[in-house]
């Protein structure tokens, strides 16, 4: 099993930055993807980017040039770096682990673009 729980969501204004963290515990050597996922309310949930192992990156296109996806190592962590913040951004953000037999979410961590 593994444990995901996400922090770094809040309020920012148009142009700002936030950095989101995820933290991992339990069979973490088992996760083979991290991912970022957001859902804007009354919207689906949207696949933001994405680290493979290898290293291989994938973003969506909305948000290429803008936000980066960086993980630790020991694959204890992974990261979302959001800079040029727009309205649009606001959803709640979700981290999920793509192991072996199973996938993992976490709880969700708002972000709300706003002046």
């Known amino acids: 099993q593994v444990q995901l729980v996400e922090s770094g969501g809040g309020w920012v204004q148009p142009g700002g930055s936030l950095r989101l963290s995820c933290a991992a515990s339990?069979?973490?050597?088992?996760?083979?993807?991290w991912a970022w996922y957001r859902q804007p309310q009354g919207k689906q949930r949207e696949l933001v980017a994405a680290?493979?192992?290898?290293?291989?990156?994938n973003y969506a296109d909305s948000v290429k040039d803008r936000f980066t996806i960086s993980r630790e190592n020991d694959n204890n962590a992974v990261y979302l770096q959001m800079t040029s913040l727009q309205p649009e951004d606001t959803a709640v953000y979700y981290c999920?682990?793509?192991?072996?037999?199973?996938?993992?979410w976490g709880q969700g961590t708002q972000v709300t673009v706003s002046s």
């Open positions: 999920k682990g793509v192991g072996r037999r199973k996938d993992y």
């Open positions: 339990g069979s973490t050597r088992s996760i083979m993807t």
């Open positions: 680290i493979h192992s290898g290293a291989v990156i």
